[in-house]
């Protein structure tokens, strides 16, 4: 949960601050769901990155550990499967919720924000 707040935050503000970017791109004629779709993508590629990273690191962490827990199982692939899915949905709807937000007003006032 905290990791998914810290992600939600994260992606949040450098959205944010690409909002006079997505106010140049809607004023030369990009339409609204392309600039969402860039946002998007842009958002999730470091997370798909950060994810396979931590996914590998969780697995060799987890077989280091292997005798130390008693009666529990440190790969559990539905905790890491729910781990997955949970930061992948945080990341889309930090980036979704500010772009949305974002593509929503006109482009002479979201380049007028600097």
Known sequence: MLASIGLYGVLSYLVTQR????GIRLALGAQRAQVLRLILIDGVQPVLLGLL???GGGV???SMIRSIPYGTHPLDFSVFVAVIGCLLLTAVIACMVPAIRASQIEPV???RTE
């Open 19 to 22: 909002v006079k970017e997505i």
């Open 109 to 111: 006032r979201a380049l």
């Open 53 to 55: 990273l931590g996914l």
């Open 60 to 62: 060799a962490a987890g």
